[in-house]
């Protein structure tokens, strides 16, 4: 079992849908979730940084940590078809090691 | 002006033979990483260094060989290629802060085919 667990999809939304992204994770000790977007053919680059459980938000990004099931979320709203990418997230118990999931492929049809 | 630069971006090659990458970044970041990219977007971590120093050396076979000259570089080097070494390689760089993971900010990837 992998330490960290994402649905690779592909998902297919139209636009302006709401859209919920989501991974598990087997690590208690992981105390810092993030979300990366990857576009096709380019590097990673950060999209959310939460600490501990609690939501954050960002513009029409929200994202969502329950340590307790283990369980992060990222909701995008009014989504638009440049938010179509690899969302990819990402967790660590400390400063260096980040340990990602296999990344959910998003498309939003205009 | 790029902020971390990979060479070259696209690599193929016939099993058995010795390739490098290269990354370079201009951030100023003390912390540099290799990751693997396999066919299923899985990403994963190869090493890590920290102002020239092997910080993070995940399980990777030993014909995989980072070097940092400097901390603004690192390279990857592979001996004897194999079939399942097809994969992208990201070079990442971060600036570490006391305690807990910094961002890190990724090249665009070397995309390595091997015959």
């Not at chain 1, 690590?27 to 501990?52: C, D, H, I, V």
């Not at chain 2, 290269?22 to 920290?50: A, P, R, V």
């Not at chain 2, 120093?53 to 995940?58: A, S, T, V, Y």
């Amino acid at each position: 079992q992998k330490e960290v667990e994402q649905d690779p999809g592909p998902l297919s939304v139209p636009e302006g849908a709401i859209v919920s992204l989501n991974c598990t994770y087997s690590n208690s000790a992981f105390q810092y979730f993030m979300w990366y977007r990857q576009y096709s053919r380019k590097g990673p680059e950060l999209l959310m940084y939460t600490y501990s459980s609690g939501n954050k938000e960002d513009g029409r990004f929200t994202a969502q940590v329950d340590k307790s099931s283990k369980y992060i979320s990222l909701f995008i709203r009014d989504s638009q078809p440049s938010d179509s990418a690899t969302y990819l997230c990402a967790m660590s118990q400390g400063a260096q090691k980040l340990v990602f999931g296999q990344g959910t492929r998003l498309t939003i049809n205009p | 002006d790029t902020a971390v630069s990979q060479t070259p971006k696209y690599l193929v090659t016939q099993m058995g033979n010795d390739k490098s990458i290269k990354c370079e970044q201009n951030l100023g970041h003390d912390t540099m990483y290799w990751y693997k990219q396999d066919s299923k977007k899985f990403l994963k971590i190869m090493f890590s260094y920290n102002n020239k120093e092997l910080i993070i050396n995940e399980t990777v076979p030993n014909r995989f060989s980072p070097k940092s000259p400097d901390k603004a570089h690192l390279n990857l080097h592979i001996n004897s290629l194999e079939l399942g070494d097809s994969a992208v390689y990201f070079c990442a760089s971060s600036q570490p802060t006391s305690g807990v993971p910094s961002e890190q900010f990724f090249g665009p990837g070397t995309r390595l085919t091997v015959l």
